[in-house]
């Protein structure tokens, strides 16, 4: 595939004449590769273009060079491809998020980026990948940093917390005499304002060891708090009320929030937020059998948000409770009814997601949550 700064001579159509035309792009870090085929599965052209501003707009410009261009397949939307799918949706390209061709395909046709562009817009064409891809210009995106960097913090925090205490086990008995017994806030705070010792040694070592460690810890809690703070607020903007609904707290409705977008709705029902985060039942049958067996998949963070709904409602609202009892008496296990349960919880929280359901979605249960 030529680069960008190598010659190449498009065919180029006047406008009068132009057809449609589908973009398939495989992205990473540095440079982009394109390819540009038509409604027929014709293929055009292919080049490479950076990673830039400018290489966005050239690698545009030249996909519109061939003709309309309605439709694009980019790999890896929400992470190398997240800036350039910004770009052309600000186009009014619409964007296909694209998985990488399975291990046969690959077999029989190679592998290289120019193989894989191509292979990017056949996906779209073909209707392989339907996948919208995310906005990721809200504040769903804006969750997702804070995120980022609280769970960071957490980690970090964590660490040090153990750090300070293993020193402390082998401080001298005259300084872990006097921290005894303080509860962590305390302990944090009075490691904190230790002196500065002149003693030598390892006595005088751990004394400064622990100071440093407990500021690190009061600097870290104070970051978490202020993301937590910072997600609150997001959450509220993003979708007003997530946080009143029942067991609901800010880091778990920023999970979901994540895991459907900034344009959720590109989820055209309830079941198809159910499988995004992995609480659809998934077909198992054959032959005689007729079964259906647990979804594996979907977002597992998204999924795990909503176990801790029901684990919350199951301790605190009676209607939860007495569901539980009720399906208990019809012979389920715990399990089971901890796996419609959070069926039912995603069909409520993706109707305060995307408020503009269809008639259809309000009529009772759906057949996959028993």
Not at 22 to 48: F, M, N, P, Q
Not at 249 to 255: E, H, L
Not at 325 to 349: M, S
Request: charged share 25%; net charge positive.
């Amino acid at each position: 595939m030529p680069s960008i700064t190598q010659s190449t001579a498009p065919c180029h159509i006047p406008a009068d004449a132009a057809e449609e035309v589908l973009l398939g792009v495989d992205t990473h870090k540095d440079v982009h590769a394109a390819a540009v085929i038509t409604t027929l599965g014709v293929s055009l052209d292919g080049r490479s273009f950076p990673t830039t501003a400018d290489g966005y707009g050239q690698l545009v410009a030249w996909a519109r060079s061939f003709g309309i261009l309605r439709r694009a397949g980019v790999e890896c939307t929400g992470s190398y491809g997240a800036a350039l799918t910004r770009r052309l949706q600000a186009e009014g390209i619409e964007v296909t998020e694209v998985n990488q061709p399975d291990k046969a395909a690959r077999r029989r046709h190679g592998k290289t980026d120019a193989i894989d562009a191509e292979a990017a817009a056949r996906a779209v064409l073909s209707g392989r990948a339907t996948a919208a891809a995310k906005t990721s210009d809200g504040p769903v995106e804006m969750l997702r940093l804070f995120k980022l960097a609280k769970g960071s913090a957490i980690k970090s925090r964590t660490q040090a917390i153990n750090q300070l205490k293993s020193v402390l086990v082998c401080a001298n008995a005259e300084l872990r005499e006097s921290l005894a017994g303080l509860s962590n806030p305390k302990l944090f705070q009075q490691c904190a304002t230790l002196a500065e010792s002149e003693i030598p040694g390892p006595a005088g070592a751990a004394r400064h060891t622990l100071r440093l460690l407990a500021r690190r810890i009061l600097n870290l809690t104070e970051e978490i708090n202020d993301l937590t703070k910072r997600i609150a607020e997001a959450v509220t903007a993003s979708t007003p009320g997530l946080l009143d609904v029942h067991g609901v707290g800010p880091d778990s409705a920023a999970a979901l929030l994540i895991a459907a977008g900034d344009n959720p709705e590109r989820l055209d029902s309830e079941a198809s937020f159910a499988a995004l985060c992995g609480t659809s039942p998934v077909e198992a049958s054959s032959g005689k059998t007729q079964r259906r067996r647990l979804n594996r998949g979907g977002d597992r963070q998204a999924n795990a948000a909503l176990f801790r709904f029901v684990l919350s409602r199951l301790r605190w609202e009676g209607r939860t409770q007495d569901y539980m009892r009720r399906r208990l008496a019809e012979g389920r296990t715990r399990r089971e009814i901890i796996r419609c349960l959070k069926r039912y919880v995603a069909r409520e929280i993706y109707r305060l997601i995307v408020p503009t359901y269809t008639a259809a979605d309000r009529t009772g249960p759906a057949r996959d949550s028993a």
